[in-house]
């Protein structure tokens, strides 16, 4: 068997691992959940009109449409920090050291980490998207092509995410440091265009939200399903994805390798 079939092999064993792991301790996923939907529930219900008035909207429906694309990149930062958890745990329970002991591909374990991680970010978007449905989000002129580059983009943010989360997890010397280090992962959407628009914010604040990676995702994501402007944003987008997914890939390497001497 080649070093390609035998990697394959032992990363879709460790994906069923983590998969059954999270099927099993479910808690953790959806207390990350729960915090993009109350958000979403929060400010379309509690301070949608007002929100709504703010960006030169008609009514709550227009804000509602405003701030889906940033609850679903919410949604997959929020998801990632269970991967940090995850990754952090298996370091520090012992179970790292009896892989080490099995003829198993070294890179296995983390790639079965992202790879669970992509697919839950994948159902978390899915059912918060179900939810923004439910409460009037509406994408009726978004054609199939533009469907497909919006699911492509919130699959690309996700691998990003999660290899810096998973390395984040490797650096951390707990669980709760791991979750306590992954927060910017969830924290930054709230300082970007996820709820306001960076025209809105004051003038010293504008760079900060502007020049992070969820702004350009964001505004891409409102292009795609809502027909607005997307200009530049869309290949900032992919610029901060491919380079996060770089960084945070080489980053987990390092210091799973390093950790394995």
Same mark, same amino acid.
């Given at each position: 068997?080649s070093?390609?079939?035998?990697?394959?092999?032992?990363?879709s &064993?460790? !994906?069923?691992r983590n998969?059954?792991h999270?099927?099993?301790? @479910?808690?953790l996923?959806?207390?990350l !959940?729960?915090?993009?939907?109350?958000?979403?529930?929060l400010?379309?219900?509690? /301070?949608?009109?007002?929100?709504s008035?703010?960006i030169?909207?008609? %009514?709550?429906?227009?804000?509602?449409a405003? +701030?889906?694309?940033?609850?679903l990149?919410?949604?997959?930062g929020?998801?990632?920090?269970?991967?940090?958890v995850?990754?952090?745990? %298996?370091?520090t329970?012992? +179970?790292?050291a009896?892989f080490? &002991?099995?003829?198993?591909h070294?890179?296995?374990?983390?790639?079965?980490?992202?790879?669970?991680s992509?697919?839950q970010?994948?159902?978390?978007?899915?059912?918060?998207g179900?939810?923004g449905?439910?409460?009037?989000?509406r994408?009726? %002129?978004a &054609?199939?092509?533009?469907?497909?580059?919006?699911?492509?983009?919130?699959?690309? /943010?996700?691998?990003?995410l999660t290899?810096?989360?998973?390395?984040m997890?490797?650096?951390s010397?707990?669980?709760e440091?791991?979750s306590?280090?992954?927060m910017p992962?969830?924290? =930054?959407?709230l300082i970007?265009?996820?709820?306001?628009?960076?025209d809105?914010?004051?003038?010293?604040?504008?760079?900060i939200?502007?020049?992070?990676? /969820?702004? @350009?995702?964001?505004?891409?994501?409102?292009?795609?399903?809502?027909?607005?402007?997307?200009?530049?944003?869309?290949w900032?987008?992919?610029g901060?994805?491919?380079?996060?997914?770089? =960084?945070?890939?080489?980053?987990?390497?390092?210091?799973?390798?390093? %950790?394995?001497?």
């Amino acid at each position: 068997m080649s070093s390609v079939s035998l990697t394959m092999r032992d990363s879709s &064993t460790m !994906l069923r691992r983590n998969l059954l792991h999270a099927r099993r301790y @479910p808690s953790l996923t959806l207390n990350l !959940l729960l915090t993009p939907v109350m958000l979403l529930l929060l400010f379309v219900y509690i /301070f949608g009109d007002a929100m709504s008035a703010g960006i030169g909207g008609g %009514d709550r429906s227009d804000y509602i449409a405003y +701030i889906v694309p940033g609850i679903l990149l919410m949604t997959i930062g929020s998801t990632t920090i269970g991967t940090a958890v995850s990754v952090s745990t %298996d370091m520090t329970e012992g +179970i790292i050291a009896r892989f080490r &002991t099995m003829a198993i591909h070294r890179q296995s374990v983390l790639i079965g980490h992202v790879a669970g991680s992509v697919l839950q970010c994948v159902m978390s978007v899915v059912l918060v998207g179900a939810v923004g449905v439910a409460i009037g989000f509406r994408s009726t %002129d978004a &054609t199939a092509m533009e469907w497909l580059a919006a699911f492509g983009l919130l699959a690309l /943010f996700a691998l990003a995410l999660t290899w810096i989360a998973v390395g984040m997890g490797l650096v951390s010397p707990n669980a709760e440091a791991a979750s306590n280090n992954a927060m910017p992962l969830i924290f =930054l959407p709230l300082i970007s265009s996820a709820f306001v628009p960076v025209d809105a914010m004051p003038g010293w604040f504008r760079p900060i939200a502007e020049y992070q990676p /969820f702004t @350009p995702a964001i505004e891409t994501l409102r292009g795609l399903l809502l027909g607005t402007e997307i200009g530049h944003n869309g290949w900032l987008a992919v610029g901060w994805c491919l380079g996060l997914t770089v =960084l945070g890939y080489r980053w987990s390497k390092a210091q799973f390798d390093r %950790d394995a001497k």
